[in-house]
């Protein structure tokens, strides 16, 4: 089974803080994606990264930045949080699949709180 | 982007069919997507249908997809407690997936 592993379940965070989220895939995805899901608004993808040390941003990348130095590891930083970044974020992955099958797996989810 | 719209809640008696609805606006999607979600979890792949196919059936699940209309739904037979979950439609934009906002279902005895 695939494995989508986010660091941490739930992180409470001050305002101004650097903040790191953690996402690692066992699968030898090519594919990694960083999600928020907000009430009422569902998904909306942030960045995403088709292989190592590229990225392109989603549809709301602001405040945000990311890093992929290993294939396996996709990092979501927040370089100063801000109370709107409270949110829960989902990583996910794919494979870049020849039959442009864009099948996505999904982590548990980081419950992010910025007081 | 592409728009991904779905109705936001449904309540349906266990035992009867469900039929969550789900509407896009870019029809060149390859696949289209189904996702659930429980309580507390991450989204899990229910099902998925092929652009060129108008119906598939897996199990309790069906699929149908109206190109035409750009329309797709997914109907849960004999529904049961446990799949009181949110149900995304997802359609692919280039590398990701465009979410609907997800419909609630709940699923009372």
């Known amino acids: 089974d695939v494995k989508v592993t986010q660091s941490s379940r739930y992180l409470v965070k001050r305002t101004g803080e650097k903040v790191f989220l953690e996402c690692v895939q066992d699968?030898?995805?090519?594919?990694m994606f960083w999600y928020r899901q907000d009430p009422g608004l569902g998904l909306r993808l942030i960045y995403f990264?088709?292989?190592?040390?590229?990225?392109e941003k989603g549809d709301i990348p602001e405040g945000y930045s990311v890093s992929r130095e290993k294939k396996e590891r996709f990092s979501l930083i927040l370089e100063s949080a801000s109370t709107n970044q409270t949110s829960m974020y989902l990583c996910?992955?794919?494979?870049?699949?020849?039959?442009?099958?864009?099948?996505?797996?999904f982590g548990s989810g980081t419950q992010l709180s910025v007081l | 982007g592409e728009d991904v719209e779905q109705s936001l809640f449904l309540s349906v008696r266990e035992g009867d069919s469900s039929v969550i609805n789900c509407t896009y606006t870019?029809?060149?999607?390859?696949?289209l997507y189904w996702y659930k979600q429980e309580p507390g979890a991450g989204l899990q792949l229910l099902t998925y249908?092929?652009?060129?196919?108008d119906m598939k059936q897996d199990q309790r699940l069906t699929v149908l997809l109206n190109k035409k209309d750009k329309h797709l739904s997914l109907r849960i037979a004999d529904t049961q407690t446990g799949d009181s979950a949110i149900y995304f439609c997802?359609?692919?934009?280039?590398?990701?997936?465009?979410f609907g906002k997800g419909t609630s279902l709940l699923v009372t005895p």
């Open positions: 997802a359609v692919a934009q280039g590398y990701a997936l465009n």
């Open positions: 699968m030898d995805h090519e594919n």
């Open positions: 996910a992955s794919s494979l870049l699949d020849s039959s442009t099958n864009e099948k996505l797996f």
């Open positions: 249908i092929f652009s060129n196919m």
């Open positions: 990264s088709y292989d190592v040390k590229m990225k």
């Open positions: 870019d029809s060149s999607s390859t696949y």
